[in-house]
Each structure stands twice: as C-alpha cells, then as structure tokens.
C-alpha cells in the first residue's frame, strides 16, 4: 500500500517550461512534506520542504503548493533548465516518526535546451 | 573527509550468498535508514535505527538483517540473497530533532546490487 502516490513517473518539458509533479496522500498524521532531488549516479538531496499550515513555499525557481483540503501537494519548477534534469521525489513524515519519511514513487523530469 | 559513504559502490553476487553492504557517517547523526530504490517504487524504507543499538523495520524488512553498534556503522545484511533483491540502496542518516523541527535526510551515493 503506497501511502504517498506521485505522478506522473517521468516529464519532458522545453527549457523555460514549468514542469508540475503531483503527490497524494491519506494519513492525516503527515505534518511534513519534504521533496528531493536525485541526479543519475547519486542519492537524492532535499531541495525544498512544507508544512500543512501554509499553501505555498518557494526556495529559488522551485515552488511547492499544498492544498490539505484535498491532501494533495505538488513541485513546480519555473523557468526549467537542462540542469534540473533529475528524478524528484515527494515525501511524507508523521509528527511522531523521528525523522522517518515515506516516499513516493518518483517523477523523472527531463528538460530539453 | 566528512559525509557519508557506503561501500561496495557495485556488487555482483549469486542467488543464496550472504552479502553485507556497509554504510558509514562521520556526522555523529543519531539515525541512519537503509532504503532500496526500485524502478516505478521509489525509495522504500528497509530498516532504520534511531541511536547505537536501537532499530526498527521499515515497509520492506524481509530477507534483511541490520545491526548498529556503533553511531557512525549501519550495515545491511542480505543473509540469503535472491534476484528479487537486486536493486540500488541507500543509506541515509539525520541529525536528532530538536525542538520539534524536522532534520533532513542525508543521503549516501548507493550501492547497485546485482544477484545473479
């Protein structure tokens, strides 16, 4: 039972096109929803993180929209470069979990020059 | 030099062989977590521990064994290795939480494990 649903698995956009990652979940004890980057060869690397008690976060040209209505939370990535080409993955973690995470299934973004 | 490394990087390995895979943090961060990454899964949690000889199982436990003796070492253990376990794995380890604020996860470069 996957308890965080990303989609869509992979994405190809034109440079400056905004490339939009979607994540679902059901457990309304996650308060901490974290996304990470992935280059090939490497481990992933956390890029931006949200709480429940705000809609939107932006760090650079990475912008993440929480809507805790619908449970449902989503990356964009304005003005994409050929240098955001990677795998992204959302992530959930309940207040009582320490710093454990559930991941979702991972999107591989592609932008072309 | 500081992070977090794991080793083998590559391993090739027989169905039924025992194999380890070794992860190290010079952090003295207080958890650490294996995680295996599987095309169309993501990254599913294998076990992870919060302090020196204290673990837990994550969502994909059997046919692992885990150990942590000591802050710095999580090593995997595949006690009888089948095909199904071929995959990449990542240790990750964070700091403790203080405060209520959530620590990020650090990730190592993984391990590609091939069973044959």
């Known amino acids: 039972q996957q308890q965080v649903k990303q989609s869509p698995q992979s994405l190809i956009v034109q440079k400056g096109g905004i490339p939009i990652i979607n994540c679902a979940y059901e457990?309304?004890?996650?308060?901490?929803f974290p996304w990470y980057q992935q280059f090939p060869g490497k481990g992933p690397a956390l890029l931006i993180a949200?709480?429940?008690?705000?809609s939107e976060k932006k760090e650079g040209r990475f912008t993440i929209s929480f809507n805790k209505s619908a449970k449902q939370f989503s990356l964009h990535i304005m003005d994409s470069q050929p240098g955001d080409s990677a795998t992204y993955f959302c992530?959930?973690?309940?207040?009582?979990?320490?710093?454990?995470?559930?991941f979702g299934g991972g999107t591989r973004v592609l932008v072309k020059p | 030099d500081a992070g977090i490394t794991q080793s083998p990087r590559y391993k090739i390995t027989e169905t039924g062989r025992q194999v380890t895979l070794m992860c190290h943090q010079t952090?003295?961060?207080?958890?650490m977590f294996w995680y295996r990454q599987d095309l169309g899964h993501g990254l599913r949690l294998i076990y992870y521990?919060?302090?020196?000889?204290?673990?837990d199982k994550g969502e994909v436990p059997d046919g692992y064994v885990v150990s942590r003796s000591k802050t710095e070492n999580f090593p995997l253990t595949l006690e009888s290795a089948t095909r199904s376990q071929t995959s990449v794995y990542f240790c990750?380890?964070?700091?403790?939480?203080?405060?209520?604020?959530?620590?990020?996860?650090?990730f190592g470069p993984g391990t590609r494990l091939t069973v044959l």
């Open positions: 990750a380890s964070s700091p403790e939480r203080r405060g209520g604020r959530r620590n990020e996860q650090f």
């Open positions: 457990n309304t004890a996650f308060d901490y």
């Open positions: 949200i709480r429940p008690d705000v």
């Open positions: 521990s919060a302090a020196a000889d204290i673990t």
């Open positions: 952090w003295s961060h207080s958890y």
């Open positions: 992530a959930a973690s309940p207040k009582a979990a320490g710093n454990k995470l559930t």
